[in-house]
């Protein structure tokens, strides 16, 4: 996307318009290959191409696009369970959405709302933990079993804080497909 940075540490202003337009759009991926493969440039291509996403990011209005994701969703449960999670952390400046998953589907579907807040997708498969590191604004974590629901909590946000996705004294929602 960035195909000058390949001979140039600047991209152009059009590819620039096409990594933000990419965001806006809802893209769950962007990605670099010549730029970082075989570039002059790959630190420096990276480091646009995260600014170029941020800046982007920062100009969605979550509230309209939830609003107007709802009205063409078809009424279904995971759906509804995927929308009041989303619909909550707008309204009450939840932190972190964690989804307890088998098949990544609860997670892909909270994703599909474009939540502000992180997405903790948790599993007990490495390959759906994989898989869900690949869509927009989820996190992959890999979970010994689903047993323990209470405890298994506990040991999931003392992860996310490892990670860095949430802190003590912040609001999480769990919702488990």
Do not use: W
Not at 77 to 105: K, P, V
Not at 126 to 147: A, C, D, E
Request: glycine share 6%; hydrophobic share 40%; with cysteine.
């Amino acid at each position: 996307m960035l195909e000058s940075m390949i001979s140039k540490p600047r991209p152009t202003r059009a590819e620039a318009s096409d990594v933000a337009n990419a965001v806006l759009d809802g893209t769950d991926c962007i990605m670099l290959s010549g730029e970082t493969a075989t570039g002059e440039y790959p630190v420096q291509a990276c480091s646009m191409m995260s600014k170029i996403a941020t800046e982007a990011e920062k100009m969605i209005n979550y509230k309209s696009l939830f609003n107007e994701l709802k009205t063409v969703t078809p009424k279904m449960t995971a759906e509804s369970m995927a929308a009041s999670a989303c619909n909550a952390a707008l309204n009450l400046n939840i932190d972190l959405i964690i989804c307890m998953t088998d098949t990544g589907r609860i997670a892909r579907l909270v994703a599909k709302y474009r939540p502000q807040q992180p997405i903790l997708a948790c599993s007990v498969s490495l390959p759906i933990v994989k898989q869900m590191n690949m869509t927009r604004g989820v996190v992959g974590y890999l979970i010994p079993s689903y047993q323990g629901s209470d405890n298994l909590i506990k040991v999931v946000i003392n992860g996310a804080k490892f990670m860095g996705l949430c802190e003590t004294g912040h609001k999480v929602i769990a919702i488990r497909g």
